[in-house]
């Protein structure tokens, strides 16, 4: 199955419950290497990927994020821990501020990269950049008639990067687990949410002005 952009965001939905069918190696390696290609603040490109795949490598992604007493009693994890993919997005600050120092965007006086500092970055743009990247993945997943579901982090990321070998100074944006869907998931407690229309979120020209 193949859909353009525009349906691909319509018929997205996180999955949660998996075959444990893998997936292709040609297929995964065209949905990462699109994800790689999503946009990057001052073409730093500070984002990487950690691939696990099969039950031996993504075993150590649970092992490390969730404990045995969760395992054990979340309504999810059989299907989803029947996962065949899970990766990883990773995001290196000191990319960016390393890029922000350099004379064109010194010049620009972002003073970001100059203040050597995470902490001077309203919205961190490694953070965007790793959304950006995911949701490339997530969407090209839809495309191809793969599921997807996003996993934040939550807890444990130092335990997680130790145990993958990630170095030090990168950080855990959230994980991405990936596969056939099994057809079985779960119904989420946030289905019942009353979504707020359109119209509480859509502003023209100044907020509360709609669109004439």
């Known amino acids: 199955m193949h859909v353009d952009v525009h349906d691909a965001v319509r018929a997205r939905r996180m999955v949660r419950s998996f075959r444990s069918e893998p997936v292709p190696?040609?297929?995964?390696?065209?949905?990462?290497?699109?994800?790689l290609r999503a946009p990057t603040a001052g073409n730093t490109r500070g984002i990487a990927w950690v691939v696990l795949r099969g039950p031996d490598e993504t075993s150590r992604y649970w092992d490390a994020a969730t404990t045995q007493a969760w395992r054990s009693?979340?309504?999810?994890w059989p299907?989803?821990?029947?996962?065949?993919?899970?990766?990883?997005?990773?995001?290196?600050?000191?990319a960016y501020l390393a890029r922000y120092a350099e004379p064109d965007k010194a010049?620009?006086?972002s003073d970001l990269g100059l203040a050597g500092a995470e902490a001077a970055w309203p919205v961190p743009y490694?953070?965007?950049?790793?959304?950006f990247s995911v949701m490339t993945l997530l969407l090209g997943a839809t495309s191809v008639g793969?599921?997807?579901?996003?996993?934040g982090n939550f807890r444990s990321e130092t335990a997680v990067l130790a145990s993958?070998?990630?170095?030090?100074?990168?950080?855990?944006?959230?994980?991405?687990?990936?596969?056939y869907p099994a057809g079985d998931d779960p119904r989420s407690k946030?289905?019942?949410?009353?979504?707020?229309?359109?119209?509480?979120?859509?502003?023209?020209?100044?907020w509360g002005a709609q669109r004439h």
């Open 25 to 35: 190696d040609d297929l995964l390696d065209r949905l990462l290497a699109d994800a």
């Open 73 to 76: 009693s979340a309504r999810r």
């Open 79 to 94: 299907g989803i821990s029947r996962a065949p993919v899970i990766a990883l997005a990773v995001a290196c600050p000191s």
């Open 107 to 109: 010049r620009a006086a």
């Open 126 to 131: 490694w953070h965007g950049d790793a959304a």
């Open 146 to 151: 793969l599921g997807a579901c996003f996993l």
């Open 164 to 179: 993958l070998g990630v170095p030090e100074g990168w950080r855990l944006f959230g994980a991405v687990a990936l596969g």
């Open 190 to 206: 946030s289905l019942d949410r009353r979504p707020p229309g359109d119209g509480t979120r859509l502003h023209w020209g100044e």
